[in-house]
């Protein structure tokens, strides 16, 4: 008997909708990250793209445990001489905190062309408005863990 693997069409994609004010960041990270790559999901396959797709709102409303708001830096690297760019936590989050949250999230997937495609299914607001209506997203509450 050989083992069963999903095809392409048999994999049913669901739209959820998970508000991120009061969350923390990295507990909200995980769990998105499991639900992108599939996990909860009875079909899950470790090279199979079985997720679904995760509409985020309200990311600027994520909080930071401890010192992380004083102290984390996000750095990159232009590919020129001298080109080591850093930024500040407080910054990037007064800037752009729908970056923040996708990079916790994005960091947490594969690094490979599988986690480039599960990163694609997820959307970031800044507000509590999305236009993925037509989608009829459901509402997901995640688990609260202090």
Do not use: C
Not at 14 to 33: C, E, H, I, M, N
Not at 34 to 53: A, C, Q, V
Not at 77 to 87: A, F, I, K, N, V
């Amino acid at each position: 008997m050989s083992t069963y693997f999903p095809k392409a069409g048999e994999i049913a994609r669901k739209w959820y909708v998970v508000d991120a004010s009061g969350q923390t960041l990295g507990r909200l990270a995980s769990q998105v990250a499991h639900i992108l790559m599939g996990k909860e999901n009875p079909r899950y396959t470790p090279f199979l793209d079985t997720g679904d797709h995760v509409v985020i709102i309200n990311a600027d409303k994520v909080k930071v445990t401890g010192m992380k708001a004083e102290q984390k830096s996000y750095q990159h690297y232009t590919g020129y001489p001298g080109g080591l760019r850093s930024e500040d936590f407080r910054e990037r989050f007064a800037r752009r905190p729908e970056m923040v949250v996708e990079d916790a999230i994005k960091r947490m997937l594969p690094k490979s062309k599988l986690g480039r495609q599960m990163i694609s299914k997820l959307k970031i607001y800044r507000g509590d408005k999305h236009p993925h209506e037509a989608q009829k997203p459901e509402t997901r509450k995640l688990a609260v863990r202090a």
